[in-house]
C-alpha cells in the first residue's frame, strides 16, 4: 500500500470515536508467536507506489491486492487457493455465533457481480 493511503486510513481510524471494550491479552499461536516481533518488511511503505485512479484495471489491481481481497473470496481445496477459480467465493467461516460464506465477487452475471452496478459495488 502506498504511503498516502496508509496514512489516509490511519487518520480515517482517528476519527472514530473511541468504545469501550475490554480486550483480552493477545495470545499467538505456535509458529506464528515464534515470528513476533516480527521484523521489518523490506522493502518499506516508502517505497509503495500507487497506480494512477484513472488506469482503472491497474488501480482496482492495486486495491484487491493491498486489501487482500483473495484469500477469502478464493474457495479453498484440501487447504489451498484455488486460483483457476479466483474471487469464486464459496469459503464458510464457522465463527462462534454464526456461520459466513464468502460471495462469489467475479464478473460473472448469474453467481457473481455481473450485474452490479458500479454505485451498488
Ligand atoms: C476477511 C475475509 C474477507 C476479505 C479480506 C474480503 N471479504 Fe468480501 N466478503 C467476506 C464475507 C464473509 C462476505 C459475505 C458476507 C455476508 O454474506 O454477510 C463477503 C462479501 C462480499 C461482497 C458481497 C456483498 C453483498 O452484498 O452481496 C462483496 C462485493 C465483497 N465481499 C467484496 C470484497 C472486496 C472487493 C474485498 C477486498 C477489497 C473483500 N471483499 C475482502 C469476507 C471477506
Known amino acids: 500500500m502506498a504511503k498516502s493511503d496508509l496514512l489516509s486510513i490511519i487518520a480515517y481510524i482517528r476519527t472514530l470515536k473511541p468504545i469501550k471494550n475490554k480486550i483480552p ?3 499467538l499461536m505456535i509458529p ?8 521489518a518488511l523490506q522493502p518499506s511503505v516508502d517505497a509503495n507506489v500507487a497506480p494512477p485512479e484513472s488506469d482503472k484495471v491497474k488501480y482496482g489491481e492495486y486495491l484487491v491486492n493491498f486489501a487482500d481481497c483473495s484469500t477469502c473470496h478464493t474457495p479453498f481445496v484440501k487447504g489451498q487457493p ?5 474471487f469464486a467465493g464459496g469459503n464458510t467461516f464457522n465463527l462462534a455465533s454464526f456461520k459466513v ?5 467475479t464478473p460473472d452475471s448469474a453467481t457473481g457481480l455481473g450485474t452490479w452496478t458500479e454505485e451498488r459495488f
Open 25 to 27: 491479552e493477545r495470545q
Open 32 to 39: 506464528i508467536s515464534m515470528a513476533y516481533p516480527a521484523p
Open 82 to 86: 484455488d486460483f483457476s477459480r479466483a
Open 101 to 105: 460464506t464468502t460471495a462469489n465477487i
